[in-house]
């Protein structure tokens, strides 16, 4: 059982930064892979970014990233298993980045690290928005 919660929030002016950081539980977070997720009103789950389980030796030698097109090159994510810790980094926000942002944690197969049918346990969420 992994528990996340999600924190970094807030408001912010379009072309701004805010780094999100998402604590999660348990001794075996490392064997997770690690998704962001956003949801902005009347629209569906997006995929935001994700990094793979350290040491999956089956698919990758190193960690390895996934962004959506809509954020690459200015969303980056990183996790720290001596915290058990996964954070995004958003720089450069635009108004429609503008939800709420979810982190998951799950093993997904190589390739449905963009799919949030592979993750099993999910955060509470934390509000993002940009203003313009």
């Known amino acids: 059982q992994v528990q996340l919660s999600e924190s970094g929030g807030g408001l912010v002016q379009a072309g701004g930064s805010l780094r999100l950081s998402c604590a999660a539980s348990g001794r075996t977070f490392s064997s997770y892979a690690m998704g962001w997720f956003r949801q902005a009103p009347g629209k569906d789950r997006e995929f935001v970014a994700a990094?793979?389980?350290?040491?999956?030796?089956?698919?990758?030698?190193?960690?390895?990233?996934y962004y959506a097109d809509s954020v690459k090159g200015r969303f980056t994510i990183s996790r720290d298993d001596a915290k058990n810790t996964v954070s995004l980094q958003m720089n450069s926000l635009k108004p429609e980045d503008t939800a709420v942002y979810t982190c998951?944690?799950?093993?997904?197969?190589?390739?449905?690290?963009?799919?949030?049918?592979?993750?099993?346990?999910w955060g509470q969420g934390t509000q993002v928005t940009v203003s313009s």
């Open positions: 990094i793979s389980r350290t040491g999956d030796s089956t698919y990758f030698a190193t960690l390895h990233t």
């Open positions: 998951a944690a799950g093993t997904p197969g190589r390739d449905y690290y963009r799919d949030y049918n592979g993750y099993n346990y």
